[in-house]
Structures are given as structure tokens and as C-alpha cells.
């Protein structure tokens, strides 16, 4: 079975500057994918960013970049720049290929500090 | 806004009572999931829908049940509830397999 593993429950930045989120997670699959997705107050669940597992260069989304570390089975998510906007809690998703299937670690707090 | 519609955003009821979650997906998404998420359990899914055929379960209880129909809307619906079912339940829409999900905004059902 798959598990997704965030060991930092809250993380706290000042904005404009730049914070990292980690994230690993445990496979025997070969083909994956991986997201991290955003949770503001709202509740509204965001796809933040997308990564292939067969794809070694790093997915890159505006301020929002990733460290995909395969071998390392690690995860982690680059915020640069912060914003206030970027208050919320940052889950990290595992789904194996053909399933749709989202596996969720249990998310990060992070808070934008003015 | 994700396009992926879910209602009501706010259900109480009370225990022992049954209710109907209902999501519209994205338009042209075939494939419906439901997850749930509470304080003790996290984000859990539950049950995966790809043109109104079951597709994969996962920590679904036997009273809960879901259905996709033609017009590919789903429905979770929750029997014999308990204070323990209150949680965010998210419908999620996907164009196919292997494409990211889209959600919804969640159903807040609050079990009294």
C-alpha cells in the first residue's frame, strides 16, 4: 500500500520570502504521479502543482516549483516570493497511474506572515 | 471556481437519519470521486465513478452508497448516520484516468 508522509504539521513564513514544504512517500509502483494541493480557509481544495514520476525534469507552476527526488521517494514544494494568499494548508498526494486514485499525506499548516 | 458543483454546502442532521450528497462535474468529465475529510481521519477516499460504472472503492462504509447517473452527476448518499460521519465530503471530477482531479467545494455535514 501506498503512504504519503508530511512531517511538518505547521510552518510559518515572512512574506516575500521563500519557504519549502516536504513531503515523502512510500511505492512499490514505477509509474506515478504526484500533486500537491492547497486547502485555503475556504475549504476549497486547488491543485497547486503536478508531477510525473517518469519525468525527471522538476515541475514549475508560476512562484510554485518542486524537488522530486525518485530515488529518494521525496516530494517537497518551493514557494517563492509568498504571498498572504498563500495562508493555508498544503497537502501532498500520491495517485497511481490508471487509478485516480489520491492518497493524502496529512498536511501542512503554512501561515504567510505580513 | 473548479466547475465541479457540489450541494448543499451545509447539511445538519440527526443521527440516525439518512441524506443525499449530490455533485455536477466538470463539463465533459466522465470519471466522479467522493472523499471524505475529517479531523481524525484526514482526506480519505472513498469511492471512484468513470461513466456511471464503479470503479474503485476505498474506505467506504457499508452505510454510505454512491451512483453516477447518465447524465453523469453523482450522488453519496449517507444512512443511519452517526456523530463520527460528520466531516467535509468532496466530490472531485476527472476528464479521464491520468489526469488530475478537479473538487468541488465540499459538503459540510454536521451530525447532532
Known amino acids: 500500500a501506498q503512504t504519503v508522509t508530511q512531517s511538518q504539521p505547521e510552518m510559518s513564513v515572512q512574506e516575500a520570502e521563500t519557504v519549502t514544504l516536504s513531503c515523502t512517500y512510500d511505492t512499490s509502483e514505477s509509474n506515478y504521479y504526484l500533486f500537491w494541493y492547497k486547502q485555503p480557509p475556504s475549504r476549497q481544495m486547488i491543485l497547486v502543482i503536478r508531477q510525473e514520476a517518469y519525468k525527471q525534469q522538476n515541475a514549475t507552476e508560476n512562484r510554485f516549483s518542486v524537488n522530486f527526488q525518485k530515488a529518494a521517494k521525496s516530494f517537497s514544494l518551493k514557494i517563492s516570493d509568498s504571498q498572504l494568499g498563500d495562508t493555508a494548508m498544503y497537502f501532498c498526494?500520491?495517485?497511481?497511474?490508471?487509478?485516480?486514485?489520491?492518497?493524502f499525506g496529512t498536511g501542512t499548516l503554512l501561515a504567510v506572515q505580513p | 471556481d473548479s466547475g465541479v458543483t457540489q450541494t448543499p454546502k451545509h447539511l445538519i442532521t440527526a443521527t440516525g437519519q439518512r441524506v443525499t450528497l449530490r455533485c455536477s462535474p466538470r463539463s465533459g468529465d466522465l470519471s466522479v470521486y467522493w472523499y471524505q475529510q475529517s479531523l481524525d481521519q484526514g482526506l480519505q477516499f472513498l469511492i471512484q465513478y468513470y461513466n456511471g460504472e464503479e470503479r474503485a472503492k476505498g474506505n467506504i462504509l457499508e452505510r454510505f452508497s454512491a451512483q453516477q447517473f447518465p447524465d453523469l452527476h453523482s450522488e453519496l448518499n449517507l444512512s443511519s448516520l452517526e456523530l463520527g460521519d460528520s466531516a467535509l465530503y468532496f466530490c472531485a471530477s476527472s476528464a479521464t484516468m491520468n489526469t488530475e482531479a478537479f473538487f468541488g467545494q465540499g459538503t459540510r455535514l454536521t451530525v447532532v
Open positions: 498526494a500520491f495517485m497511481k497511474t490508471a487509478t485516480n486514485k489520491l492518497i
